[in-house]
């Protein structure tokens, strides 16, 4: 089937393993910020958000920090299953911006190793 | 309940043919967002649409891509004369109120010029 994992950064962990994605920013007047999730074949997935008032947030089994100062976000995946294996994407939206649209960073990709 | 859906799914068309691209959003969603995705990159924005309304075709790469969203549900993304570089997976979007930021997303059209 098709890929949407070509010439993407790869992190490879073991189930039940912990996980963790980075990615950095550029622009510092964006004031949220999304992980999108997308396995081969489909549209992006949202996992979880975060505004720029907070550093951190959780969800079931993820977690997202993010630090303004180095602009600079992380997506935590706890008991990492194969279930999880997809491309994962950053996105921000800038402040006041009247469209809310979503600048997406490169992506990486998750390959659970059963 | 349904989420966002495009079709076709997969569309091939010869170099200088039109094509549209259709989505249905969620119901009841205001916002409406195309984005492009070339091959192992991250989905770029092309256009924005609160309710029948286009507040935003920034993103749109030429004059050659039209989009319209008449009745403020259904939007139809257009392709005149196609080039090979038109080749992507063009996703749809929609969020339930232009000051929403979570967007979700359709499975996206595959398209490929030859």
């Known amino acids: 089937g098709e890929s949407v994992g070509l010439h993407l950064p790869t992190l490879s962990v073991q189930e039940g393993d912990n996980s963790i994605i980075n990615c950095a920013y550029s622009?510092?007047?964006?004031?949220?910020f999304i992980w999108y999730k997308q396995e081969s074949g489909k549209g992006p997935q949202f996992i979880i958000d975060i505004r720029s008032n907070m550093d951190k947030r959780q969800g079931q089994r993820v977690t997202v920090l993010l630090n303004k100062t180095v602009k600079h976000l992380s997506l935590q995946i706890a008991a990492t299953q194969p279930g999880d294996s997809a491309v994962y994407f950053c996105a921000e939206t800038p402040y006041g911006g009247a469209t809310n649209k979503l600048i997406f960073g490169t992506g990486t990709l998750l390959a659970v190793q059963p | 309940g349904a989420g966002v859906s495009q079709s076709p799914r997969y569309k091939v068309a010869k170099r200088g043919q039109d094509v549209a691209l259709r989505c249905d959003p969620i119901?009841?969603?205001?916002?409406l967002f195309w984005y492009q995705q070339a091959l192992g990159q991250g989905p770029e924005f092309l256009t924005y649409f609160q309710n029948e309304a286009q507040l935003d075709k920034s993103g749109l790469p030429s004059d050659r891509f039209f989009a319209e969203r008449p009745e403020g549900s259904v939007s139809t993304l257009k392709i005149q004369r196609t080039q090979q570089e038109d080749s992507a997976v063009y996703l749809c979007?929609?969020?339930?109120?232009?000051?929403?930021?979570?967007?979700?997303f359709g499975p996206g059209t595959r398209l490929t010029v030859l």
């Open positions: 979007a929609s969020s339930p109120a232009s000051s929403t930021d979570t967007q979700y």
């Open positions: 622009n510092s007047a964006s004031d949220y």
């Open positions: 119901s009841g969603h205001v916002s």
